[in-house]
């Protein structure tokens, strides 16, 4: 994945970068999660990943190259404040699905372990007549 940025300009009054980019992705084939394109944005800015916020990534029909709109902010604060939560949500990391995985896992031998017991308990009353 590679990210190149198109144009970059300070907006001092939101105190904020306002930024377009572009994303080659031929390695990966898919769009990449917004997540890993706010990393290397953040790295090609100098700047902490927590102040960067991807508005929008779009991958153009049949190509291999997405393109964007980012937001650079000077402070966390100042991006918690001006940024909408969908926004934020978007760009939060992804959460680890593992840990649902074995809860769903063991919530399954649960629902198992009754039906097992009724099946018991019919073969039981079969028996008895």
Not at 4 to 31: A, C, D
Not at 44 to 67: D, P
Not at 96 to 108: D, M, N, V
């Amino acid at each position: 994945m590679k990210v190149k940025i198109n144009s970059q300009q300070y907006n001092p009054l939101l105190k904020r970068k306002e930024i377009t980019f572009e994303v080659r992705h031929e390695e990966t084939k898919g769009t990449p999660p917004r997540f890993e394109v706010r990393k290397e944005l953040a790295t090609l800015l100098k700047a902490n990943y927590e102040t960067v916020y991807v508005k929008r990534l779009e991958t153009k029909t049949g190509t291999m190259t997405a393109f964007g709109e980012a937001n650079a902010y000077d402070s966390v604060e100042q991006a918690k404040l001006l940024e909408p939560e969908y926004i934020i949500a978007r760009n939060a990391p992804p959460a680890k699905p593992e840990e649902k995985k074995e809860e769903k896992k063991e919530e399954a031998k649960e629902t198992k372990e009754p039906k097992k017991e009724k099946e018991t308990k019919k073969k039981e009353e079969e028996k008895e007549e």
